[in-house]
């Protein structure tokens, strides 16, 4: 599957690099394989049924441990994640490979199809996939963006300052401690 800026702006939103948003494509490979491959409890299943993958980006199999992200667009991402899992009553475990064993994937990645016989393929289009959250999702949170960005921006021009919170005086208690237990 090739992302385009018609369907997935938000790839090509960081200065049009979409290397600044590699752990949102790497998170965005374990979605589609939840998805295309269409994982489901099985119905003799009670309870959560619990898939595992591996990932070379260890901050994704963080982030997918809590299920949250400050960073966007991983954070609107890591939602449609979470509500297919929900909606599949799955639960996902991710977990770290050193990049040097993922030579596969990359290879995918650079779209040398070599190692995957043809009748293996499946061929997926980004917008026509059952997204639960992921398309008003990311709306709403890159209109978030936005002002912060636009709020950093305009900080960017004036001098740092302290807040007051910081400015309060050490007690001699306080000084005592320091030199007791440095950390």
């Keep these: 599957m090739e992302l385009y800026a018609e369907s997935t702006s938000w790839v090509f939103s960081k200065s049009g690099d ?8 790497e998170l965005l490979g374990s979605l589609l394989c939840l998805v ?11 309870g959560i049924q619990t898939i ?15 299920f949250m992200s400050t960073k966007w667009p991983l ?3 890591l939602c449609e994640l979470s509500e297919q899992l929900r909606s ?13 064993r993922n030579k596969e994937a990359d290879a995918i990645t ?15 289009d980004f917008v026509s996939l059952p997204w639960i959250v992921l398309n008003q999702a990311m709306v709403w949170s890159k209109e978030v963006y936005d002002i912060a960005q636009t709020a950093k921006l305009k900080r960017s021009g004036q001098p740092f300052v302290q807040p007051a919170v910081w400015k309060r005086k050490k007690t001699a208690a306080a000084e005592r401690l320091k030199a007791t237990d440095p950390w």
Excluded: M
Excluded at 52 to 66: C, E, M, P, R, V
Excluded at 88 to 100: G, N, P, V
Excluded at 111 to 123: L, M
């Design 75 to 77: 954070a609107p991402l």
């Design 110 to 124: 650079n779209q040398d199809f070599s190692a995957i016989r043809p009748e293996n393929r499946i061929e997926i």
């Design 88 to 100: 599949r009553s799955l639960e996902l475990h991710l977990e770290w490979q050193r990049r040097d």
């Design 18 to 25: 979409p290397q600044r948003v590699i752990a949102t494509l």
């Design 52 to 66: 595992s993958g591996t990932t070379d980006n260890q901050g994704n199999s963080f982030a997918l441990q809590k």
């Design 36 to 46: 295309a491959f269409d994982f489901r409890a099985s119905e003799q299943c009670r």
